[in-house]
């Protein structure tokens, strides 16, 4: 690798809203500038004005910002960078290397007909006119291959590539609007901006021999290329894209996942450390990151592995902010600290405590719970032993001090009880339906503790 400081460069177009496929890229060429001491860039490729989205440049300023992804340099716009494009593009006229496009559109389709009929993959070089006319850019200017020949490079993943003569062909570098086409505007903005590694997609590989051709030409070596793994879909089977439906990354945000927890997800999608470990800070990822340590083989978009990754990262935040969070999403009539754990337990991000709130999971904590006599019944047990259960309950409990009635004290009183029955069960089940009103909920001894000694002895009461 060349000695030189690196500099890499995330240059999305905008055309719609940044999924998991794209901010993957951005995260390892932000993590190898990182690691480097390097310079991140953050270049727009909106010259296609035609397929570009009214707020996308936003949109993906905001993406980044909200993951902790600081660029260095930009954002640079490729559309207001025209007279770069056309500098660059006079050089290659200068050399000989480009050439107005004398043909019309239907004379290009007639040419391709031909060589569908002859069987013969079309090649816009062998109708390439033996004369060139001067450029005054009203025509598409097209790069003129300086020689056909076989290209071999090296990928910093994928290792020794190569490609036959016939992946070469004259292209257009400048449309007849004044606008850059992408062959052409990244590899003059990557000279521009001194941009020494490029992560890509595989979809680049095979235009790989255009762009050595255009370094070639203007006698500038290209920089090094490390082309990702593809992210395939949940199901395994196909490239996850926006047609299958996958989500924006702001989503994500909204649906109160920890940037930090998603950047240690995206970073394992396609790269490993070496070792058995999955929870990184985001220091961590830097120190351990390693364009080396890229995999060839694809990834897979996991969200069960997501919720299990930022429930981990949850666990590490400081107990007040925590509560904090989890208070921002209650309602004031239970923001009870004591639900804090309870809560924190049950959820694999912010967003579950509202699902929680708007599904009634929580209610009752704040008010008694209604249910039908069946649902405090426990097997075969008659009524009259579930409510003689209940009533000594209710005794042994009164024996708390109001002020210790703590979760253990509960416990402790409860399970006395449940030693002298056959079963846990015709004790506990209607216990915790009583308090709860509910077939699955934490424990009846945190709930107790929670409601207080009142409420818990006038909810079995009720139950009796």
Same mark, same amino acid.
């Given at each position: 690798?060349?000695?030189?400081?690196?500099?890499?460069?995330?240059?999305?177009?905008?055309?719609?809203?940044?999924?998991?496929?794209?901010?993957r890229?951005?995260?390892f060429?932000?993590?190898?500038?990182?690691?480097?001491?390097?310079?991140?860039?953050?270049?727009?490729?909106?010259?296609?004005?035609?397929?570009?989205?009214?707020?996308?440049?936003?949109?993906?300023k905001?993406?980044?910002?909200?993951?902790?992804?600081?660029?260095?340099?930009?954002?640079?716009?490729?559309s207001?960078?025209?007279?770069?494009?056309?500098?660059?593009?006079?050089?290659?006229?200068?050399?000989?290397?480009?050439?107005?496009?004398?043909?019309?559109?239907?004379?290009?389709?007639?040419?391709?007909?031909?060589?569908?009929?002859a069987?013969?993959?079309?090649?816009?070089?062998?109708?390439?006119?033996?004369?060139?006319?001067?450029?005054?850019?009203?025509?598409?200017?097209?790069?003129?291959?300086?020689?056909v020949?076989?290209?071999?490079?090296?990928?910093?993943?994928?290792?020794?590539?190569?490609?036959?003569?016939?992946?070469?062909d004259?292209?257009?570098?400048?449309?007849?609007?004044?606008?850059?086409?992408?062959n052409?505007?990244?590899?003059?903005?990557?000279?521009?901006?001194?941009?020494?590694?490029?992560?890509?997609?595989?979809?680049?590989?095979?235009?790989?021999?255009?762009?050595?051709?255009?370094?070639?030409?203007?006698?500038?070596a290209?920089?090094?290329?490390?082309?990702?793994?593809?992210?395939?879909?949940?199901?395994?089977?196909?490239?996850?894209?926006?047609?299958?439906g996958? %989500?924006?990354? !702001?989503? =994500? $945000? #909204?649906?109160?996942?920890?940037?930090? @927890?998603?950047?240690?997800?995206l &970073?394992?999608?396609?790269?490993?450390?070496?070792?058995?470990?999955?929870?990184?800070s985001?220091a961590?990822?830097?120190?351990?990151?390693?364009?080396?340590?890229?995999?060839?083989?694809?990834?897979?978009?996991?969200?069960?592995k997501l919720?299990?990754?930022?429930k981990?990262?949850?666990?590490?935040?400081?107990p007040?902010?925590?509560?904090?969070?989890?208070?921002?999403?209650?309602?004031?009539?239970?923001?009870?600290?004591?639900?804090?754990?309870?809560?924190?337990?049950?959820?694999?991000?912010?967003?579950?405590?509202?699902?929680?709130?708007?599904?009634?999971?929580?209610?009752?904590?704040?008010?008694?719970?209604?249910?039908? %006599?069946?649902? !405090?019944? =426990? $097997? #075969?047990?008659?009524?009259?032993?579930? @409510?003689?259960?209940?009533?000594? &309950?209710?005794?042994?409990?009164?024996q708390?001090?109001?002020?210790?009635?703590?979760?253990?004290?509960?416990?402790?009183?409860?399970?006395?009880?449940?030693?002298?029955?056959?079963?846990?069960?015709?004790?506990?089940?209607?216990?915790?339906?009583?308090?709860?009103?509910?077939?699955?909920?934490?424990?009846?001894?945190?709930?107790?503790?929670?409601?207080?000694?009142?409420?818990?002895?006038?909810?079995?009461?009720?139950?009796?």
């Amino acid at each position: 690798m060349s000695d030189k400081k690196v500099i890499t460069r995330f240059a999305p177009s905008p055309t719609g809203f940044m999924h998991v496929g794209s901010v993957r890229t951005a995260l390892f060429a932000w993590l190898w500038a990182k690691k480097n001491n390097g310079t991140f860039i953050l270049r727009i490729e909106d010259t296609d004005k035609e397929r570009e989205v009214e707020g996308s440049i936003d949109h993906i300023k905001n993406s980044l910002q909200w993951l902790g992804l600081d660029w260095d340099q930009g954002p640079y716009l490729q559309s207001e960078r025209l007279d770069v494009y056309k500098k660059y593009a006079q050089i290659l006229v200068d050399k000989g290397y480009a050439y107005p496009d004398p043909y019309t559109e239907d004379e290009v389709g007639e040419f391709r007909n031909k060589a569908e009929l002859a069987k013969k993959p079309f090649l816009y070089r062998e109708h390439r006119p033996k004369e060139f006319s001067v450029w005054d850019g009203a025509k598409p200017l097209r790069f003129k291959v300086p020689t056909v020949k076989s290209f071999k490079w090296n990928d910093l993943v994928y290792g020794d590539l190569s490609a036959g003569p016939e992946a070469l062909d004259d292209f257009i570098l400048i449309k007849s609007n004044g606008y850059p086409t992408y062959n052409f505007a990244h590899i003059v903005d990557d000279i521009e901006m001194k941009v020494t590694h490029v992560m890509r997609g595989e979809e680049f590989i095979s235009s790989t021999p255009k762009f050595l051709s255009v370094y070639e030409a203007l006698d500038i070596a290209p920089p090094f290329y490390a082309t990702l793994p593809v992210i395939l879909g949940p199901d395994g089977k196909k490239k996850l894209s926006k047609r299958d439906g996958v %989500k924006d990354l !702001l989503q =994500y $945000k #909204d649906e109160g996942y920890l940037p930090d @927890a998603f950047i240690n997800f995206l &970073a394992l999608l396609g790269w490993n450390p070496g070792d058995d470990r999955e929870i990184f800070s985001r220091a961590d990822l830097i120190k351990a990151f390693n364009i080396s340590r890229i995999q060839k083989s694809d990834a897979q978009m996991n969200a069960r592995k997501l919720d299990w990754m930022n429930k981990e990262h949850l666990k590490l935040l400081p107990p007040e902010e925590i509560k904090n969070k989890i208070f921002e999403c209650l309602p004031e009539n239970m923001r009870n600290p004591k639900l804090v754990p309870i809560i924190l337990e049950r959820i694999s991000k912010w967003g579950d405590v509202k699902e929680m709130v708007e599904a009634g999971e929580l209610d009752f904590f704040i008010q008694a719970p209604k249910f039908s %006599k069946e649902k !405090l019944l =426990y $097997k #075969d047990f008659l009524p009259e032993a579930i @409510a003689k259960n209940l009533q000594l &309950a209710i005794e042994s409990l009164e024996q708390i001090d109001v002020n210790n009635f703590t979760e253990e004290e509960v416990k402790r009183n409860l399970m006395q009880i449940t030693n002298t029955l056959s079963s846990r069960g015709e004790l506990l089940h209607p216990v915790r339906f009583a308090l709860s009103g509910k077939n699955k909920s934490p424990d009846p001894f945190i709930i107790a503790s929670i409601l207080g000694k009142n409420e818990t002895l006038s909810r079995l009461q009720k139950a009796i």
